[in-house]
DNA sequence: ATAATAGTGTCTATTAGACAGTATGTC
DNA sequence: GACATACTGTCTAATAGACACTATTAT
């Protein structure tokens, strides 16, 4: 047998699982669903499933986000921009080990979604919800009711960590940070995301001159709002730059 | 049926495909094998093969990178040290026609190493061999005997090049270069990998106080050599660091 | 001596960050 | 009025890049 003879190959099964990022209250939050049977009945997971047989793998995640959050995907392109949703490949999990049931291969996604109502329970899974990340990943920590968190299911806190490293990275070269952000946004608003993605204080006046000096990442859309309170602020929606250059960098780290 | 339970898969193989990166004669050239079979029998693709039913994914692109190239893995963990060599996971693509034989998700991994003697062609292949990158990836060129160059079989060119933009961009915030260099080298030889790989010219100068300026990215060893001609050059292996801080930057791009 | 590479010094234009000060809303 | 946020201007220290210059080898 030839080592390029796929008639006898291993099984593996093939699935996606989700990191979906959004911000909510200052705070860079994922989604996780309660997992309803076993194994870790009862624990928090990412959101993910199968990749069918005819499926692409962006195709499969555009398709666990549609059912998991509404979010439609547009593109099936990589990247993907799903209702101003950014979808991406994260990386493959394939711990021989990661399932106790079987081999189970999972090409992690990364999403960032703008601040989004609720998450639908009608789905897969039993029910849903926003968490901060670092409630995930502590699992020493409290959640928002005062309960413990139990750790994630599987390997799921590895994937979310490096969701997470991945979106705090990208933000500095690109201009990802405005999936975060409904069409149109503020500077101001603009810097509460990478305040929250990054856990910084940015000081606002330079962070107004970088943003608006870099080129194609603002463009002015020539409405104002004063949702946020004070002065009316500039409306702008994202520009076509995706690299920024310069690049917005992280304070001290 | 639960979309949880593994137990109703579709049935996926699982392959490796590796990117080998090197530098030679002042090129950024990749590791190419001859298919001896069919599909795609006679031309040049990517080394790779099936992961184990009992192997991890990075453990599958370690031993894949033993059998081509004789570089032994010593840190099963990523990213791995082999030899000197630099071993990360790259991506996976997994679109259901990449194979006309049946459905294939394969899992790309990233090597970088310094330059080899020769391809060991003990290998599954039938021959290897170095080729320029930008020999592989533009089709209409022509290989270094003159003959036509036929695109790389399955989607591997695009595999090939998205392993090249990431070693173009890695090394621009990581010590990755010195993956390339053998344990000892100097700032000349670090010079040109880095030319090799940018395809650009460098100042010499400016080159030298930027690498010896930024922490933890060489340390002397305290022994020179003239293997480059001119003046004696003190020998550096690479430090501790991983990210570079400051960067070392493209010109323009 | 000539040529090659190694390494240091210095100047300048640009930039990042600190922060004063002004503009324009809501209460 | 106080107070919030938006936005502009200016100063300074640090940096990137250009390039003059010196050092040490081989031929």
Redesign the interface.
């Known amino acids: 047998m030839?080592?390029?003879d796929?008639?006898a190959?291993?099984?593996?099964?093939?699935t996606v699982d989700l990191v979906v990022l959004t911000v909510r209250r200052h705070a860079l939050c994922a989604l996780a669903v309660r997992?309803?049977?076993p194994p870790f009945q009862g624990r928090w997971a990412l959101p993910g499933?199968?990749?069918?047989?005819?499926?692409?793998?962006s195709g499969a995640a555009a398709r666990e986000l549609v059912e998991e959050t509404g979010l439609c995907a547009h593109d099936p392109d990589s990247p993907v921009q799903a209702n101003g949703a950014h979808l991406e490949?994260l990386?493959?999990?394939?711990?021989?080990k990661r399932?106790p049931?079987?081999?189970?291969?999972s090409?992690a996604h990364l999403a960032l979604a703008p601040d989004l109502p609720a998450p639908r329970p009608g789905g897969?899974a039993h029910s849903a919800r926003w968490a901060p990340v670092e409630a995930l990943l502590h699992q020493g920590g409290y959640g928002r009711e005062g309960e413990q968190a139990a750790p994630l299911a599987f390997d799921h806190a590895q994937i979310l960590s490096d969701g997470v490293e991945r979106a705090r990275s990208k933000i500095e070269y690109s201009s990802l940070a405005t999936a975060f952000c409904p069409p149109e946004f503020t500077v101001g608003e603009l810097r509460r995301v990478y305040e929250a993605v990054w856990a910084v204080a940015l000081d606002p006046r330079n962070f107004h001159r970088k943003v608006t000096g870099t080129p194609g990442f603002l463009v002015p859309t020539g409405g104002t709002t004063t949702r946020q309170g004070g002065r009316p602020a500039q409306l702008f929606r994202a520009g076509g730059a995706t690299l920024l250059n310069p690049p917005m960098l992280r304070p001290d780290a």
Not at 91 to 96: C, Q
Request: glycine share 8%; hydrophobic share 35%; proline share 13%.
């Open positions: 030839s080592p390029y796929p008639s190959f291993p099984p593996f099964a093939v997992r309803g049977e499933g199968f990749v069918r047989a005819d499926e692409d793998l490949q990386a493959t999990y394939g711990d021989p399932d049931r079987m081999r189970v291969v090409v897969d």
